[in-house]
Nanobody, 114 residues
Framework: QVQFVESGGGSVEPGGSLRLSCTAS????????MGWYREAPEKDRELVAY???????DYLDSVKGRFTISRDNAKNTVYLQMNSLKPEDTAVYYC????????WGQGTQVTVSS
């Protein structure tokens, strides 16, 4: 089964940017929709953004206009460009297909604080 490893997190000040990467252990070209999720302390995990094989995207309302999801099937990698970061974006970020029985990765911590 394909597994996913997230990277690129870190600590930034409000207004800063980060680019998260999610590298798969195998091909993602046959996976229709890939998503980025996040889990903040004491909150449920939520879907932040997804991208289908047809190029359709959708975003959580609170990140629209600030986050951009993209994928490179040749590199088996999905990205999440995060700009204008806010303290409420602080969370552990995960990626995985939006459907199917795939394991969660370790995630990557994003901390936005002054």
């Amino acid at each position: 089964q394909v597994q996913f490893v997230e990277s690129g997190g870190g600590s930034v000040e409000p207004g800063g940017s980060l680019r998260l990467s999610c590298t798969a252990s195998g091909s993602i070209s046959s996976i229709w929709a890939m998503g980025w999720y996040r889990e903040a302390p004491e909150k449920d995990r939520e879907l932040v953004a997804y991208l289908t094989g047809a190029g359709v995207t959708d975003y959580l309302d609170s990140v629209k206009g600030r986050f951009t999801i993209s994928r490179d099937n040749a590199k088996n990698t999905v990205y999440l460009q995060m700009n204008s970061l806010k303290p409420e974006d602080t969370a552990v970020y995960y990626c995985r297909p939006t459907s199917g029985n795939y394991a969660w990765g370790q995630g990557t911590q994003v901390t936005v604080s002054s």
